[in-house]
């Protein structure tokens, strides 16, 4: 009868156990591992673009500041610095560009383009 028994738990691969095997843990934790690293991989992406549109918005008020002549704030002079190209394009227009550079990295943070008669 026991000769039975085992060559039914082989055949099926049930016993009279109950839980889980070690297999099903180790699959379970794989899937959890890779579903957390994915998950932590999207919230770094998301602080970075924060990041970055922090500090366009950043560069966007101190070209104002700059341009309009707003009464500067203490960080402003600081952390940015902005380089004027123009050019003349077709039928007299004149292209204006604005880089503002971050002085702490040198990366150009935002360019603005305006034209002009």
Same mark, same amino acid.
């Given at each position: 009868m026991e000769n039975l028994e085992q060559k039914m738990?082989?055949?099926?691969?049930?016993s009279n156990q109950e839980g889980f095997t070690l297999l099903e843990?180790?699959?379970?934790?794989?899937i959890f591992a890779v579903a957390f690293a994915v998950l932590i991989k999207i919230q770094s992406n998301n602080i970075s673009h924060i990041r970055n549109s922090?500090?366009?918005?950043e560069a966007i008020?101190?070209? *104002? !500041?700059q341009i309009y002549t707003?009464?500067? @704030?203490? /960080?402003?002079?600081?952390?940015?610095?902005?380089?004027e190209e123009r050019?003349?394009?077709?039928?007299?227009? *004149? !292209?204006i560009r604005y880089k503002i550079?971050? @002085?702490? /990295?040198g990366k150009e943070i935002l360019e603005i383009k305006?034209?002009?008669?």
């Amino acid at each position: 009868m026991e000769n039975l028994e085992q060559k039914m738990i082989y055949q099926y691969g049930k016993s009279n156990q109950e839980g889980f095997t070690l297999l099903e843990i180790v699959v379970a934790l794989t899937i959890f591992a890779v579903a957390f690293a994915v998950l932590i991989k999207i919230q770094s992406n998301n602080i970075s673009h924060i990041r970055n549109s922090f500090e366009k918005l950043e560069a966007i008020k101190f070209f *104002k !500041e700059q341009i309009y002549t707003i009464p500067q @704030r203490e /960080t402003s002079d600081d952390q940015f610095s902005w380089k004027e190209e123009r050019k003349r394009i077709e039928f007299g227009i *004149k !292209e204006i560009r604005y880089k503002i550079i971050d @002085r702490g /990295t040198g990366k150009e943070i935002l360019e603005i383009k305006t034209y002009e008669r």
